[in-house]
Protein backbone atom coordinates (compact mmCIF):
# COMPACT_ATOMS: atom_id res chain seq x y z
CA UNK A 1 0.00 0.00 0.00
CA UNK A 2 1.71 3.48 -0.92
CA UNK A 3 2.65 5.98 1.76
CA UNK A 4 0.08 8.67 2.10
CA UNK A 5 1.33 12.34 3.15
CA UNK A 6 -1.05 13.40 6.01
CA UNK A 7 -3.21 16.14 5.12
CA UNK A 8 -1.53 19.80 5.38
CA UNK A 9 -3.74 22.62 6.98
CA UNK A 10 -3.18 25.76 8.30
CA UNK A 11 -0.94 28.48 7.41
CA UNK A 12 0.70 29.08 3.75
CA UNK A 13 3.69 27.75 2.53
CA UNK A 14 5.98 30.82 2.52
CA UNK A 15 8.66 28.51 2.97
CA UNK A 16 7.58 26.68 -0.20
CA UNK A 17 8.35 29.71 -2.52
CA UNK A 18 11.50 31.15 -1.04
CA UNK A 19 12.77 26.93 -1.52
CA UNK A 20 11.50 26.92 -5.00
CA UNK A 21 11.87 30.72 -5.98
CA UNK A 22 16.13 30.18 -5.25
CA UNK A 23 15.69 27.61 -8.16
CA UNK A 24 14.60 30.32 -10.78
CA UNK A 25 17.95 32.14 -9.92
CA UNK A 26 20.54 29.26 -8.78
CA UNK A 27 19.68 27.48 -12.74
CA UNK A 28 19.81 24.14 -10.12
CA UNK A 29 18.49 21.14 -11.48
CA UNK A 30 16.67 22.92 -14.78
CA UNK A 31 14.71 20.21 -17.44
CA UNK A 32 13.42 22.93 -19.73
CA UNK A 33 14.80 25.98 -21.36
CA UNK A 34 12.41 28.95 -22.68
CA UNK A 35 13.24 31.40 -25.15
CA UNK A 36 12.20 34.92 -25.88
CA UNK A 37 13.78 36.66 -28.43
CA UNK A 38 17.18 35.91 -27.43
CA UNK A 39 16.60 36.17 -23.78
CA UNK A 40 17.23 32.54 -22.42
CA UNK A 41 15.20 31.13 -19.14
CA UNK A 42 16.45 27.98 -17.68
CA UNK A 43 12.91 26.39 -16.05
CA UNK A 44 11.67 23.50 -14.14
CA UNK A 45 9.24 21.63 -15.99
CA UNK A 46 7.31 20.83 -12.29
CA UNK A 47 7.15 24.32 -11.60
CA UNK A 48 5.68 25.51 -15.01
CA UNK A 49 3.83 22.72 -16.41
CA UNK A 50 1.93 22.61 -12.62
CA UNK A 51 0.77 26.50 -13.27
CA UNK A 52 -0.29 26.22 -17.14
CA UNK A 53 -2.06 23.74 -19.28
CA UNK A 54 -0.26 25.52 -22.27
CA UNK A 55 3.18 24.51 -20.64
CA UNK A 56 1.78 21.19 -19.92
CA UNK A 57 0.43 20.63 -23.49
CA UNK A 58 3.59 21.68 -24.46
CA UNK A 59 6.45 19.40 -22.91
CA UNK A 60 3.89 16.22 -22.76
CA UNK A 61 5.68 13.15 -24.42
CA UNK A 62 2.62 12.00 -25.21
CA UNK A 63 1.75 14.98 -27.47
CA UNK A 64 4.43 14.23 -29.52
CA UNK A 65 5.41 17.95 -30.12
CA UNK A 66 8.62 18.89 -30.86
CA UNK A 67 8.79 20.83 -27.31
CA UNK A 68 8.26 17.99 -25.68
CA UNK A 69 11.29 16.17 -27.40
CA UNK A 70 13.54 18.96 -27.19
CA UNK A 71 12.56 20.61 -23.95
CA UNK A 72 12.88 23.79 -25.26
CA UNK A 73 10.06 26.44 -25.95
CA UNK A 74 10.20 29.38 -28.25
CA UNK A 75 7.77 32.26 -27.18
CA UNK A 76 7.36 34.76 -29.98
CA UNK A 77 4.32 36.57 -29.06
CA UNK A 78 5.93 37.90 -25.66
CA UNK A 79 8.19 40.57 -24.42
CA UNK A 80 11.31 39.13 -22.75
CA UNK A 81 10.55 41.43 -19.46
CA UNK A 82 7.26 40.27 -19.50
CA UNK A 83 8.25 36.31 -19.21
CA UNK A 84 10.99 37.19 -16.37
CA UNK A 85 7.73 38.81 -14.30
CA UNK A 86 5.72 35.68 -15.16
CA UNK A 87 8.33 33.55 -14.20
CA UNK A 88 9.15 35.48 -11.28
CA UNK A 89 5.75 35.15 -10.28
CA UNK A 90 5.53 31.14 -10.90
CA UNK A 91 8.38 30.76 -8.48
CA UNK A 92 8.23 33.04 -5.84
CA UNK A 93 4.24 34.38 -5.87
CA UNK A 94 4.45 38.04 -7.05
CA UNK A 95 6.82 39.62 -9.75
CA UNK A 96 8.67 43.18 -8.88
CA UNK A 97 6.68 46.05 -10.14
CA UNK A 98 8.38 48.83 -11.86
CA UNK A 99 8.01 52.48 -9.86
CA UNK A 100 6.01 54.31 -11.98
CA UNK A 101 2.33 53.96 -12.21
CA UNK A 102 2.83 54.43 -16.19
CA UNK A 103 4.99 51.68 -16.78
CA UNK A 104 3.07 49.46 -13.89
CA UNK A 105 0.05 49.21 -16.51
CA UNK A 106 1.89 48.72 -19.41
CA UNK A 107 3.71 45.61 -17.34
CA UNK A 108 0.17 44.72 -15.83
CA UNK A 109 -1.99 44.34 -19.41
CA UNK A 110 1.06 42.57 -20.98
CA UNK A 111 1.56 40.01 -18.19
CA UNK A 112 -2.92 39.53 -18.36
CA UNK A 113 -2.45 39.27 -22.15
CA UNK A 114 0.40 36.50 -21.94
CA UNK A 115 -1.29 34.92 -18.74
CA UNK A 116 -4.27 34.76 -21.36
CA UNK A 117 -2.29 33.05 -24.21
CA UNK A 118 -0.34 30.85 -22.35
CA UNK A 119 -2.91 29.78 -20.05
CA UNK A 120 -1.47 30.82 -16.79
CA UNK A 121 -5.06 31.41 -14.65
CA UNK A 122 -3.38 32.38 -10.93
CA UNK A 123 -1.09 34.67 -12.84
CA UNK A 124 -4.16 36.04 -14.63
CA UNK A 125 -6.17 36.32 -11.88
CA UNK A 126 -3.05 38.39 -9.96
CA UNK A 127 -2.79 40.88 -12.83
CA UNK A 128 -6.33 41.50 -13.07
CA UNK A 129 -6.42 42.29 -9.31
CA UNK A 130 -3.08 44.95 -10.45
CA UNK A 131 -4.91 46.26 -13.18
CA UNK A 132 -8.26 46.93 -10.31
CA UNK A 133 -6.39 48.79 -8.01
CA UNK A 134 -4.44 50.97 -10.86
CA UNK A 135 -7.71 51.47 -12.72
CA UNK A 136 -9.52 54.64 -11.19
CA UNK A 137 -6.22 56.80 -12.22
CA UNK A 138 -5.00 55.37 -15.30
CA UNK A 139 -7.26 57.67 -17.33
CA UNK A 140 -4.11 60.53 -16.49
CA UNK A 141 -1.73 57.96 -17.37
CA UNK A 142 0.53 58.75 -20.84
CA UNK A 143 0.52 55.04 -21.26
CA UNK A 144 -3.35 54.59 -21.01
CA UNK A 145 -4.01 54.44 -24.79
CA UNK A 146 -1.36 51.58 -25.51
CA UNK A 147 -2.72 49.53 -22.73
CA UNK A 148 -6.23 49.80 -23.76
CA UNK A 149 -5.02 48.22 -27.32
CA UNK A 150 -3.25 45.83 -25.80
CA UNK A 151 -6.23 44.50 -24.11
CA UNK A 152 -9.12 44.95 -27.01
CA UNK A 153 -6.10 43.09 -29.40
CA UNK A 154 -5.42 40.14 -26.74
CA UNK A 155 -8.95 39.33 -25.10
CA UNK A 156 -12.17 38.53 -26.39
CA UNK A 157 -15.87 39.88 -25.37
CA UNK A 158 -16.87 39.41 -21.65
CA UNK A 159 -13.11 39.56 -20.41
CA UNK A 160 -13.07 40.61 -17.32
CA UNK A 161 -10.41 43.36 -17.72
CA UNK A 162 -12.37 44.57 -20.56
CA UNK A 163 -15.42 44.64 -18.38
CA UNK A 164 -13.26 46.95 -15.49
CA UNK A 165 -12.11 49.45 -17.84
CA UNK A 166 -15.36 49.40 -19.18
CA UNK A 167 -17.20 49.97 -15.78
CA UNK A 168 -14.99 52.31 -14.62
CA UNK A 169 -15.10 54.73 -17.84
CA UNK A 170 -18.59 54.93 -17.54
CA UNK A 171 -18.54 55.84 -13.62
CA UNK A 172 -16.02 58.79 -14.60
CA UNK A 173 -17.74 59.50 -17.83
CA UNK A 174 -18.51 62.94 -16.54
CA UNK A 175 -14.74 64.05 -16.52
CA UNK A 176 -13.49 62.01 -18.84
CA UNK A 177 -15.64 63.62 -22.01
CA UNK A 178 -13.56 66.34 -21.86
CA UNK A 179 -9.93 64.61 -21.22
CA UNK A 180 -7.87 64.34 -24.60
CA UNK A 181 -6.30 61.14 -24.14
CA UNK A 182 -9.67 59.51 -23.19
CA UNK A 183 -10.90 60.94 -26.33
CA UNK A 184 -8.02 59.60 -28.60
CA UNK A 185 -8.16 56.08 -27.45
CA UNK A 186 -12.02 55.90 -28.30
CA UNK A 187 -10.73 56.45 -31.67
CA UNK A 188 -8.29 54.46 -31.91
CA UNK A 189 -9.81 51.56 -30.27
CA UNK A 190 -12.91 51.58 -31.96
CA UNK A 191 -14.12 48.17 -29.77
CA UNK A 192 -13.63 50.15 -26.52
CA UNK A 193 -15.33 52.83 -27.98
CA UNK A 194 -18.67 49.95 -28.73
CA UNK A 195 -18.19 48.51 -25.58
CA UNK A 196 -18.81 52.12 -23.97
CA UNK A 197 -21.85 53.02 -26.08
CA UNK A 198 -23.57 49.70 -25.71
CA UNK A 199 -22.57 49.86 -21.57
CA UNK A 200 -24.27 53.03 -21.74
CA UNK A 201 -27.27 52.19 -23.53
CA UNK A 202 -28.17 49.15 -21.26
CA UNK A 203 -27.64 51.83 -18.37
CA UNK A 204 -30.17 54.67 -19.84
CA UNK A 205 -31.99 51.65 -21.20
CA UNK A 206 -32.72 50.11 -17.53
CA UNK A 207 -33.12 54.25 -15.85
CA UNK A 208 -29.64 53.63 -13.94
CA UNK A 209 -28.38 57.20 -15.02
CA UNK A 210 -27.87 58.99 -11.69
CA UNK A 211 -26.37 62.10 -9.84
CA UNK A 212 -24.71 62.40 -6.80
CA UNK A 213 -26.28 64.85 -4.53
CA UNK A 214 -25.25 66.82 -1.29
CA UNK A 215 -27.51 67.35 1.88
CA UNK A 216 -28.14 71.21 2.02
CA UNK A 217 -28.10 71.24 5.44
CA UNK A 218 -24.66 73.07 6.96
CA UNK A 219 -24.00 69.92 9.96
CA UNK A 220 -25.16 67.29 7.44
CA UNK A 221 -23.55 67.67 3.84
CA UNK A 222 -23.62 63.61 3.43
CA UNK A 223 -23.77 63.14 -0.18
CA UNK A 224 -26.55 60.70 -1.75
CA UNK A 225 -27.26 59.15 -5.04
CA UNK A 226 -30.83 59.44 -6.69
CA UNK A 227 -31.79 58.38 -10.28
CA UNK A 228 -31.32 61.78 -12.35
CA UNK A 229 -35.72 61.91 -13.06
CA UNK A 230 -36.15 62.46 -9.12
CA UNK A 231 -34.15 65.55 -8.83
CA UNK A 232 -35.95 67.37 -11.65
CA UNK A 233 -39.55 66.29 -11.03
CA UNK A 234 -39.15 69.18 -8.77
CA UNK A 235 -40.67 66.82 -5.18
CA UNK A 236 -39.09 66.83 -2.43
CA UNK A 237 -36.06 65.10 -1.26
CA UNK A 238 -35.11 63.05 2.32
CA UNK A 239 -31.79 63.21 3.43
CA UNK A 240 -31.13 59.66 4.82
CA UNK A 241 -28.74 60.64 7.36
CA UNK A 242 -30.36 63.67 9.25
CA UNK A 243 -34.30 63.03 7.94
CA UNK A 244 -33.74 67.18 6.69
CA UNK A 245 -36.55 67.43 3.72
CA UNK A 246 -36.69 69.99 1.16
CA UNK A 247 -36.99 70.70 -2.79
CA UNK A 248 -34.33 68.75 -4.90
CA UNK A 249 -33.29 71.75 -6.34
CA UNK A 250 -31.83 73.35 -2.86
CA UNK A 251 -29.54 70.09 -3.04
CA UNK A 252 -25.94 70.95 -4.63
CA UNK A 253 -25.02 68.79 -7.69
CA UNK A 254 -21.38 67.05 -6.56
CA UNK A 255 -21.17 64.65 -9.89
CA UNK A 256 -23.44 62.93 -12.83
CA UNK A 257 -22.67 59.13 -13.41
CA UNK A 258 -23.62 55.67 -13.83
CA UNK A 259 -24.28 54.08 -10.98
CA UNK A 260 -24.36 49.75 -10.70
CA UNK A 261 -27.19 47.83 -11.31
CA UNK A 262 -29.80 47.52 -8.44
CA UNK A 263 -28.18 44.95 -5.17
CA UNK A 264 -24.50 45.61 -6.38
CA UNK A 265 -22.24 48.45 -4.52
CA UNK A 266 -19.89 49.77 -6.87
CA UNK A 267 -16.47 47.58 -5.65
CA UNK A 268 -18.92 45.11 -6.51
CA UNK A 269 -19.86 46.18 -9.84
CA UNK A 270 -16.16 47.76 -10.83
CA UNK A 271 -14.67 44.20 -9.94
CA UNK A 272 -16.16 42.83 -13.17
CA UNK A 273 -18.67 40.42 -12.40
CA UNK A 274 -22.44 40.92 -13.34
CA UNK A 275 -24.20 42.91 -15.78
CA UNK A 276 -22.59 46.12 -16.91
ZN1 LIG B 1 -28.50 65.59 5.71
Not at 14 to 32: I, K
Not at 137 to 157: C, D, G, H, K
Request: net charge negative.
Amino acid sequence: MPYLLPEVTGGENTEFHCNVGGLLESGLWTDATIECHGDIFRVHKAVICSQSAYFAKAFDPKTGFKEAHTSTIILHDVYPDTVRAILQYLYHGKWLSPDSEDEQLVQTVDIYAAAEMYQLASVKYKALNQFRTLAPRMFALQTFPSAVQTIYENTSEKDLMRNILVRTSLLKFDELQKNATFNDTLSQVAEFGKELVHGMGRQLLSNQSHVVIKCPKADCRKEKTIPTEHLTSDGAIRCPTCFYYTAGRAWEQVRKGIRPPDGMTEAQWLSGYGPT
